[in-house]
Every structure is written in structure tokens, then in C-alpha cells.
T-cell receptor, first 107, second 116 residues
Framework: DAKTTQPPSMDCAEGRAANLPCNHSTISGNEYVYWYRQIHSQGPQYIIH???NNETNEMASLIITEDRKSSTLILPHATLRDTAVYYC????????FGAGTRLTVKP | TAGITQAPTSQILAAGRSMTLRCTQD?????MYWYRQDLGLGLRLIHY???????GKGEVPDGYSVSRANTDDFPLTLASAVPSQTSVYFCASSDSWTGRLNTEAFFGQGTRLTVV
């Protein structure tokens, strides 16, 4: 599976959009981009995934660049409950997590 | 709905003792995974199973063994625990191994293991 690079931490004001970047420059054609988050010490929670088209669900939007070498997770209106560690994973088979981005949403 | 269940929730274990962490899912998922998460760090894959009857090694398999006798259960065994195995252990499952379908993974609540 391709490796990913994410900033270690980010801050966001409550009510504003949170844009979390992920670099996956070695991604191969059949690997999907997945995003999970982990709140406190709970088990990770699935957010969204995509292959090459942009995706949106009730939680977030996923923007994948045309060359697929990077992506951005967008939380359109961040709340305090969105404070968590966000993981970007590219996978075909087993899931391997990196260090993720610690997002802090501030009042 | 149960989803994926881990037991025990927490355990203190003497070094050198053996222990099995249990994981059961009721979603009939094909793939299952075990991760460990050390304090302040990300999750690291220990072992996985892409279907009943098969298992594979992840990033940090040493000191751990798994079995997958049926679809629902994926126990993780520490044969002789050492203090460096102190960690939070998460089990997960997903419908498909390949990730091509909507194969979101579901995680258990974790088992907090302290080896003393």
C-alpha cells in the first residue's frame, strides 16, 4: 500500500470549514483513498473514501487531485465534536495507518 | 446491533503469562484486523485475515498469533507477554479485503492491556 503524509496538527475555528490535506504521491491506480478519525481513545470511525472522483456524504467531502497524488478532506462546518485525529489511508488490502493529523476545533 | 465486540475491556497481565484477546463481529464481514496503539501514536497493524481460514502478518506481528476458524471470530494471542506489549488493542472488520467496494471498516471499542 502507498504511504501517506499528513501535517501533524491543525486548528480550525468552530463553524468554519476544516481542510485536511494528505499527500499520497506513490498511490497506484487501484488504490482507494480512505479517511478515518479517532476521537479520544475510541476506535477509529470511517468518514469517506474515493478512487478518483470527488465524493461527498453527510459527514464530509473528499477532493482528490486529477493526478491522484494528493487529497483533501473537508469538514464544511466544523464543530467542537470534530476535534479528533484524522487518518488518511490508501489501500487495496490491509489498512495501514500513519500518524494522522490532530485537528483541534476552537470556539 | 452489536457490530464488533472486544473482550476484555481492560486487563493487567503479569509478564510471561499468556492471554487471548477476543474479537467477534456479527456483520458477516470477510476481512478482520488487529491493531495496537501505543500512547500518543497511531495504529499499527499486527495481523489480518482476508477471509475465514487465512491469516497474514502486518507491520508488528512478533509476539502475537491469530487464528480465523470461522467468519465471526478473530482471537489474538500473546503467548508470553512482555512489558513492551502494553498498549490498546483494536480489532476491526470490513466486508471486502480489496477496498474496492464500500468496504468501510468497523472498529471495536478496544482492549487496554498493561503488562507488568
Amino acid at each position: 500500500d502507498a504511504k501517506t503524509t499528513q501535517p501533524p496538527s491543525m486548528d480550525c475555528a468552530e463553524g468554519r470549514a476544516a481542510n485536511l490535506p494528505c499527500n499520497h504521491s506513490t498511490i497506484s491506480g487501484n488504490e482507494y483513498v480512505y479517511w478515518y478519525r479517532q476521537i479520544h481513545s475510541q476506535g477509529p470511525q470511517y468518514i469517506i473514501h474515493g478512487l478518483k472522483n470527488n465524493e461527498t456524504n453527510e459527514m464530509a467531502s473528499l477532493i482528490i487531485t486529477e493526478d491522484r497524488k494528493s487529497s483533501t478532506l473537508i469538514l464544511p462546518h466544523a464543530t467542537l465534536r470534530d476535534t479528533a485525529v484524522y487518518y488518511c489511508i490508501v489501500r487495496v488490502g490491509d489498512m495501514r495507518f500513519g500518524a494522522g493529523t490532530r485537528l483541534t476545533v476552537k470556539p | 446491533t452489536a457490530g464488533i465486540t472486544q473482550a476484555p475491556t481492560s486487563q493487567i497481565l503479569a509478564a510471561g503469562r499468556s492471554m487471548t484477546l477476543r474479537c467477534t463481529q456479527d456483520m458477516r464481514h470477510n476481512a478482520m484486523y488487529w491493531y495496537r496503539q501505543d500512547l500518543g501514536l497511531g495504529l499499527r497493524l499486527i495481523h489480518y485475515s482476508n477471509t475465514a481460514g487465512t491469516t497474514g502478518k502486518g507491520e508488528v506481528p512478533d509476539g502475537y498469533s491469530v487464528s480465523r476458524a470461522n467468519t465471526d471470530d478473530f482471537p489474538l494471542t500473546l503467548a508470553s507477554a512482555v512489558p513492551s506489549q502494553t498498549s490498546v488493542y483494536f480489532c476491526a472488520s470490513s466486508d471486502s479485503w480489496t477496498g474496492r467496494l464500500n468496504t468501510e471498516a468497523f472498529f471495536g471499542q478496544g482492549t487496554r492491556l498493561t503488562v507488568v
